[in-house]
């Protein structure tokens, strides 16, 4: 049955009920059997209740394991290249203790600074072309 109004484009009556479907995160984690409505125009999902709750859960823990991932990586990579905390600080502009609130998981580092450590993970001979 099409009821409601679509918040993302308005239109009237075209929403649709839809059942044990599964969504994914970021194109890599599934959610599986969730349910709620679907906009016939535009595509936009209201989940239920309980899949909302589901799915925000989900994705609340994937954010979690991605940030868990990347603090990882910078503290592998800095040890990897023979830096302090204090020196991959500098290195990278940030406060005398910002490596360590990045590998602590207290502070998400910017972009820049994972770019930065993925590039040089792959490329250790460019430190000597940034190290102050």
């Known amino acids: 049955m099409n009821t409601g109004i679509c918040g993302e484009c308005g239109s009237t009556g075209t ?15 599934p959610v599986h059997g969730l349910s709620g ?4 125009v535009c ?8 899949s909302s709750e589901r799915f925000s859960n989900a994705c609340d823990a994937w954010v979690l394991a991605r940030r868990a991932e990347e603090r990882d990586m910078l503290r592998r990579v800095r040890k990897r290249l ?12 940030g406060g005398h203790n910002a490596f360590s609130r990045y590998e602590r998981g ?12 993925k590039l040089l993970d792959k490329h250790p001979e460019l430190l000597e072309e940034i190290r102050p």
Request: net charge negative; with cysteine; hydrophobic share 45%.
């Open 15 to 29: 929403l649709v009920a839809f059942a044990d479907e599964t969504h994914f995160i970021a194109d890599t984690a």
């Open 37 to 40: 409505k679907r906009c016939s």
């Open 43 to 50: 595509g936009e999902v209201y989940f239920d209740e309980a």
């Open 82 to 93: 023979g830096l302090t905390q204090q020196q991959a600080a500098r290195l990278t502009g």
């Open 106 to 117: 207290e502070a998400s580092p910017m972009a820049a600074v994972v770019n930065l450590f």
